[in-house]
């Protein structure tokens, strides 16, 4: 059963309470709304509130970045609202926040969330920052200034430039990067411009001083050839802040790449069109099939892959049918692997 599915079947088992003088319902396309939810509280407690911002209705997203709240640890969807109009839905959430006054570094809220249905999806519809995030009690207001210091003199990060050398299209690791904090407040860590290789990794708790390092996420898909990224970091506590840049470099060898031609016309029914193989190692290599799922009739297609060269596979679409994608199959491995795949662009329906 599906997670959003799930969390809908738990309604009709909670105690809500009905309202008999209006009709009830559950709002419209609600599996999209759990679905929606769930990726929106995913990307916070990744801390990666840009990127939320997509699930926000754009007409409330400065109202969201405006937000004063306290950092989210985790976050549970568990269920929905009943609602009297299907356009509007209201999800209900467990959070855990960070909180100096908890023993264990952390509080526990249940809120409510606002959802409006507009152009065919689901956002959230921000009215006060308030109402979304759990925001920090009076009596854990701070010395914004003050706390910043203690930050810029106890958190240290210790390889701030790392060399991932040459890496494969498609390969996906974790790297430690090691850290130092002699301070006695909870701190969390987000990434402030998203890249198409790096992310960090989700803390499950805050950084105190027994914490070593904090984690990123690698992955080299659809990517080729050198990189150089600055990676900006903002080390919060509260509202309290400091920006670190740790900076990743590498370069992205993709063993068997692809050309498609013409790389910008559509992909039409019973039109030939080419894709380029080519071979970018120093190894000839066979070619044992081009699998197409039957979907386009293969006109012509190489045998081999010299070392350093590119061969030609025409092809053409067959009626009724939706090119996806090409899998060349190699007679002996290329580094490690012996099928590599081209996916299609610009395809006519």
């Given at each position: 059963?599906?997670?959003?599915?799930?969390?809908?079947?738990?309604?009709?088992?909670?105690?809500?309470?009905?309202?008999?003088?209006?009709?009830?319902?559950?709002?419209?396309?609600?599996?999209?709304?759990?679905?929606?939810?769930?990726?929106?509280?995913?990307?916070?407690?990744?801390?990666?509130?840009?990127?939320?911002?997509?699930?926000?209705?754009?007409?409330?997203?400065?109202?969201?970045?405006?937000?004063?709240?306290?950092?989210?640890?985790?976050?549970?969807?568990?269920?929905?609202?009943?609602?009297?109009?299907?356009?509007?839905?209201?999800?209900?959430?467990?959070v855990e926040v960070l909180s100096i006054e908890s023993p264990s570094g952390s509080l526990t809220w249940n809120i409510t969330d606002p959802w409006i249905w507009k152009d065919g999806n689901w956002y959230l519809n921000v009215e006060n920052p308030q109402d979304i995030f759990p925001h920090s009690p009076v009596n854990e207001e701070i010395d914004i200034n003050e706390a910043r210091k203690q930050i810029e003199k106890n958190f240290h990060v210790l390889r701030d430039q790392i060399d991932f050398g040459t890496l494969l299209e498609g390969q996906h690791f974790n790297i430690d990067v090691p850290i130092e904090?002699?301070?006695?407040?909870?701190?969390?860590?987000?990434?402030?411009?998203?890249?198409?290789?790096?992310?960090?990794?989700?803390?499950?708790?805050?950084?105190?001083?027994?914490?070593?390092?904090?984690?990123?996420?690698?992955?080299?898909?659809?990517?080729?050839?050198?990189?150089?990224?600055?990676?900006?970091?903002?080390?919060?506590?509260?509202?309290?802040?400091?920006?670190?840049?740790?900076?990743?470099?590498?370069?992205?060898?993709?063993?068997?790449?692809?050309?498609?031609?013409?790389?910008?016309?559509?992909?039409?029914?019973?039109?030939?069109?080419?894709?380029?193989?080519?071979?970018?190692?120093?190894?000839?290599?066979?070619?044992?099939?081009?699998?197409?799922?039957?979907?386009?009739?293969?006109?012509?297609?190489?045998?081999?892959?010299?070392?350093?060269?590119?061969?030609?596979?025409?092809?053409?679409?067959?009626?009724?049918?939706?090119?996806?994608?090409?899998?060349?199959?190699?007679?002996?491995?290329?580094?490690?692997?012996?099928?590599?795949?081209?996916?299609?662009?610009?395809?006519?329906?």
């Amino acid at each position: 059963m599906r997670k959003g599915a799930g969390l809908i079947l738990a309604l009709y088992l909670s105690s809500i309470p009905v309202i008999f003088c209006q009709e009830v319902r559950l709002p419209r396309n609600p599996e999209k709304l759990i679905d929606r939810a769930l990726a929106f509280w995913a990307l916070i407690t990744s801390n990666q509130r840009s990127r939320a911002l997509e699930f926000v209705l754009p007409a409330k997203r400065d109202l969201f970045l405006a937000g004063r709240a306290m950092p989210v640890l985790k976050a549970k969807v568990v269920g929905l609202d009943l609602t009297t109009k299907a356009d509007q839905g209201a999800v209900r959430t467990t959070v855990e926040v960070l909180s100096i006054e908890s023993p264990s570094g952390s509080l526990t809220w249940n809120i409510t969330d606002p959802w409006i249905w507009k152009d065919g999806n689901w956002y959230l519809n921000v009215e006060n920052p308030q109402d979304i995030f759990p925001h920090s009690p009076v009596n854990e207001e701070i010395d914004i200034n003050e706390a910043r210091k203690q930050i810029e003199k106890n958190f240290h990060v210790l390889r701030d430039q790392i060399d991932f050398g040459t890496l494969l299209e498609g390969q996906h690791f974790n790297i430690d990067v090691p850290i130092e904090y002699t301070g006695d407040l909870p701190l969390t860590i987000e990434l402030g411009i998203p890249n198409p290789l790096v992310a960090l990794g989700q803390l499950s708790e805050p950084i105190t001083s027994r914490s070593k390092n904090f984690v990123l996420l690698v992955g080299t898909d659809n990517w080729e050839g050198p990189f150089t990224l600055p990676l900006p970091l903002t080390i919060r506590y509260l509202t309290a802040a400091v920006e670190r840049t740790v900076t990743v470099k590498g370069n992205v060898f993709v063993p068997v790449s692809f050309r498609q031609v013409p790389p910008n016309g559509p992909i039409e029914q019973g039109r030939e069109f080419s894709v380029f193989i080519r071979n970018n190692t120093e190894e000839k290599v066979g070619v044992s099939g081009i699998i197409v799922d039957a979907k386009l009739d293969v006109l012509k297609r190489p045998e081999v892959l010299p070392p350093h060269e590119e061969e030609e596979v025409v092809l053409k679409l067959r009626p009724g049918q939706i090119a996806d994608r090409l899998t060349v199959v190699l007679d002996m491995p290329l580094h490690g692997l012996d099928r590599y795949s081209h996916r299609f662009r610009n395809v006519a329906h």
